[in-house]
C-alpha cells in the first residue's frame, strides 16, 4: 500500500521546538523533491519549505527561513521539518507533499502525486 505517513506534531509554548516527520511506506522518495505546506484555520494553503530530491537545495518561505529547517534521509526514506523558535502564527496542520519532480519549482497546487495526512501544530501560551 502506498502512503505518506507524518508523525511528530502537537502543541508548544511560543519559542518552543518540535520535529515533523514524512514517511513513505510502499514507494521511495529518493527521485522527487518535497514540500511541506501548513493551512491555518480561515486562511489558504501556504508553501513553507522545500527540499530536492537529492537534499543538496533547500528553500524556505520568508515567514519560517532561519528558524524552520528541512532535510531528509533517503536511506529511511523520510523527510524531515525541523521547527525551531516557534510563534502563534506557526499554528496550522502541516501537510507533506511529493512532487513529481526531483527538484523544487515553487509552491503550486497541482503536481504533486502524495500528500501526507496532515498534523496539526499548535503554539500557545
Known amino acids: 500500500q502506498l502512503q505518506l505517513v507524518q508523525s511528530g506534531g502537537g502543541s508548544v509554548q511560543p519559542g518552543g521546538s518540535l520535529r515533523l516527520s514524512c514517511a513513505a511506506s510502499?514507494?521511495?522518495?529518493?527521485?522527487?523533491?518535497i514540500s511541506w505546506f501548513r493551512q491555518a484555520p480561515g486562511k489558504e494553503r501556504e508553501g513553507v519549505s522545500c527540499?530536492?530530491?537529492?537534499?543538496?537545495?533547500?528553500n524556505y518561505a520568508d515567514s519560517v527561513k532561519g528558524r524552520f529547517t528541512i532535510s531528509r534521509d533517503n536511506a529511511k526514506n523520510t523527510v524531515y521539518l525541523q521547527m525551531n523558535s516557534l510563534k502563534p502564527e506557526d499554528t496550522a496542520v502541516y501537510y507533506c507533499?511529493?512532487?513529481?519532480?526531483?527538484?523544487?519549482?515553487?509552491?503550486?497546487?497541482?503536481?504533486?502525486?502524495?500528500w501526507g495526512q496532515g498534523t496539526q501544530v499548535t503554539v500557545s501560551s
Open positions: 510502499g514507494f521511495t522518495l529518493n527521485y522527487y523533491a
Open positions: 527540499i530536492n530530491s537529492s537534499g543538496g537545495s533547500t
Open positions: 507533499a511529493v512532487d513529481s519532480r526531483y527538484y523544487c519549482s515553487g509552491y503550486r497546487n497541482s503536481g504533486y502525486n502524495y
